[in-house]
């Protein structure tokens, strides 16, 4: 158990190291960069993942020190909602005139942003249809062998126009 602890206490500080860009708040990487036993990419997320959920309370706090608590960021996106950019106005090189207007890309990215954070995003639908509309056409399957015989048959005639195919 303390050999466990020991390298999730490595990986948090790998985590929540601002000074290696390769581990900050990277799960993945910091779970390598700990030495866990495994160089398998999904497992390595896995653990990482499993440390985050671990290791929430010391990572909360750490967000709270360095003024990223989540209060910090519900007023930070509350003041993006509500961005302003000043535009320019020329004329034959000079700037002629200046207007405060609404900054709406930074104000659609932070709507953006608390219906995620909130969650309200329904997952988008792509359907695919055949022609007009319909059903997707499915063709040029074979049919289904009913018996051994009959897909024995099916793999024979596929091997040997494989076979007339490649040359051999």
């Known amino acids: 158990m303390t050999k466990r602890i020991s ?5 948090l500080k790998l985590y929540l190291d601002q000074g290696n860009p390769e581990t ?10 700990a030495k866990y036993k495994t160089n398998n990419p999904q497992r390595l997320s896995e653990i990482g993942y499993q440390n985050s ?6 990572i909360a706090k750490w967000l709270d020190d360095v003024g990223l608590s989540e209060n910090a960021l ?3 996106l509350h003041k ?8 320019f106005f020329q004329k034959d090189g ?9 900054a ?33 056409a499915m063709t040029d399957f074979p049919a289904e062998p009913k018996t ?8 024979n005639e596929a091997e040997e126009k494989r076979k007339a195919k490649n040359g051999s």
């Open 94 to 102: 000079m700037v002629v005139e200046t207007r405060e207007v609404e």
């Open 24 to 33: 900050f708040l990277n799960k993945q990487e910091s779970a390598r960069q």
């Open 148 to 155: 051994i015989a009959e897909w024995e048959a099916m793999r």
């Open 80 to 87: 993006l909602v509500h961005a302003k950019e000043t535009k």
């Open 104 to 136: 709406l890309d930074v104000q659609r990215k932070s709507v953006d942003m608390g219906f995620k954070i909130h969650g309200t995003y329904v997952a988008e639908k792509r359907e695919h249809t055949g022609k007009d509309g319909g059903p997707i």
């Open 53 to 58: 959920i671990a290791l929430q309370p010391s």
């Open 7 to 11: 390298k999730r206490l490595v990986w």
């Open 74 to 76: 519900k007023q930070k």
